[in-house]
């Protein structure tokens, strides 16, 4: 086991990995920038390194500080969590040329899998059934509107390097294609500085159901069963559980499979998730793969009893995976707590956190790093806690959820709290039948 890894991050990941490695008795080293002096991990860790100015460009971002930090710290491994570098082929080549364990996988398989229209490719020939669409990268007109007659529209462009829910558009006409072309690759430019984009066919009312998978450094590969991610807000998650309402022992088997022989075909190593589209005939579709630790996974610890932080830290160590077959059981629902407004469309509302008060009790668990006092910065990624709930039903994990959420207290800045209290009474929601347009239709009321 390593003795002293540095964490190239912040917030709940960061301490959550920092909690991980004293379990094993490994030395911690937290970087920070200037915005974030007060925070947890940086109190709660061995060491401490100041890494820069707030903006994320200037200090989590920065390569050359964070293996300085590294270096004058002696640590021997860096855990990238989730976000910032973790998905950074070069960061994983530069830990591994100064010597310093990169806890995930290699450069080369972040290469193949971060590239969208690169991992496609390889799960295609893996076998995989993928969301069809061109084969790679898409530079010209004629050839979108080429792609877009043989699948049909409606289609949806993608930027190549996009994230986070951005760097996507939907044609449903081929008179909107030129224009739409156009804006997206201006905007993959602007925002991921590559401007290449590739089509896929947009398939409607679809759930987003992820298989989360891990392999080790001996060529065995296991999968911890799904989680469904399907409500989100402008593509990105809000609310997720496992397993899906809507996945069934052999479905989970053909997905699990899928996602196996994608593993298999790069020889993944560490932790991953290969994220499907699954239609309302329920045929599932590789869409993309992320080569890291997700923000949801805790509803797959809940439900199978794995630390799966503390398996990246043992297979990065060399250790083999757990021979025994995963068991799931239970339900587990996920909300995230963001400190935006729900009232005004999400809006950031970054600030003082005046009162704090967190739901406990059998089955709950928070993963934050907010406390009372603790000023929200407006640089970074507005998660400020993760409410994780488990129980043996679905139902009874919205019942727990719905009163959880009814205690959690956080004022001096909006959240997403009163959202997720309306959508554990939403009727849809309880019945499990949604897609991932269930907020486009969602009635948000006011809490008085
Ligand atoms: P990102 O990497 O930005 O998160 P993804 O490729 O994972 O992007 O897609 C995020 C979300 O966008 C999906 O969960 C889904 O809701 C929607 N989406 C992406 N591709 C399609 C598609 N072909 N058809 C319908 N919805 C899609």
């Known amino acids: 086991m390593f003795n002293k890894v540095l964490i190239a991050n912040r917030g709940e990941i960061a301490l959550r990995i920092i909690r991980v490695c004293k379990q094993f008795g490994i030395k911690t080293v937290a970087v920070y920038s200037q915005a974030d002096r007060d925070a947890l991990h940086v109190r709660f860790a061995d060491e401490a390194v100041c890494i820069g100015p707030p903006p994320g460009k200037e200090s989590y971002l920065k390569i050359p500080r964070i293996i300085a930090a590294a270096e004058i710290t002696n640590a021997d491994a860096i855990h990238p969590g989730y976000g910032f570098l973790a998905e950074n082929a070069r960061f994983a080549e530069i830990c ?9 996988p290699t450069p080369e398989m972040i290469n193949t899998m971060g590239d969208k229209a690169l991992a496609k490719e390889t799960m295609k020939k893996a076998g995989v059934p993928v969301v069809p669409g061109s084969d790679g ?70 759930r987003h159901i992820e298989i989360q998978v891990f392999g080790d450094q001996h060529g065995n590969f296991v999968h911890f069963g799904e989680r469904d ?10 609310i997720e559980e496992a397993p899906s309402p809507v996945v069934d ?39 993309e793969m992320n080569t ?12 199978t009893g794995h630390d799966l932080i503390k398996l990246q830290l043992r297979v990065a160590a060399g ?28 809006r950031p509302s970054p600030g003082k956190i005046t009162d704090f008060h967190m739901p406990g ?26 409410l ?18 009814e205690e959690f207290t956080v004022e001096g800045i909006k959240t997403t709290i009163p959202f997720h209290r309306q959508v554990m009474k939403d009727p849809r929601f309880r019945s499990g039948k949604f897609d991932t347009g269930f907020l486009d239709s969602f009635q948000f009321i006011p809490e008085d």
Do not use: W
């Open 96 to 104: 591994t040329t100064s010597g310093i364990k990169f806890i995930g």
């Open 137 to 206: 990268v898409v530079k010209d007109l004629a050839r979108a509107i080429e792609i877009a007659k043989t699948i049909g529209f409606p289609i949806i462009l993608k930027a190549v390097a996009g994230g986070g829910g951005r760097g996507m558009r939907i044609v449903r006409e081929e008179s909107d294609l030129e224009n739409a072309l156009q804006t997206a690759q201006h905007e993959a430019e602007q925002g991921f500085n590559n401007p290449d984009l590739y089509i896929e066919k947009y398939i409607e009312q679809p």
């Open 229 to 238: 991610c399907s409500i989100q807000r402008r593509h990105q998650k809000l």
């Open 249 to 287: 022992d052999e479905l989970r088997q053909k997905m699990g499979e899928a996602a196996i022989k994608g593993c298999q075909s790069v020889q993944y190593d560490g932790a991953g998730t290969i994220e499907f589209l699954v239609d309302t005939d329920r045929h599932f579709y590789f869409m």
């Open 292 to 303: 890291r630790i997700q923000v949801e996974h805790p509803v797959t610890e809940e439900v």
């Open 319 to 346: 250790e083999k995976l757990p021979r025994r077959k995963i068991k799931a059981e239970g339900h587990a629902i996920e909300c995230r707590i963001n400190s935006e407004d729900p009232y005004t469309n999400f």
């Open 361 to 386: 009790g059998f089955g709950v668990r928070v993963d934050t790093h907010a406390y009372a006092g603790y000023v929200v910065p407006p640089y970074y990624d507005s998660l400020i806690a993760k």
């Open 388 to 405: 994780v709930v488990f129980a043996q039903t679905r139902d009874g994990a919205i019942n727990k959820m719905a009163s959880a959420l």
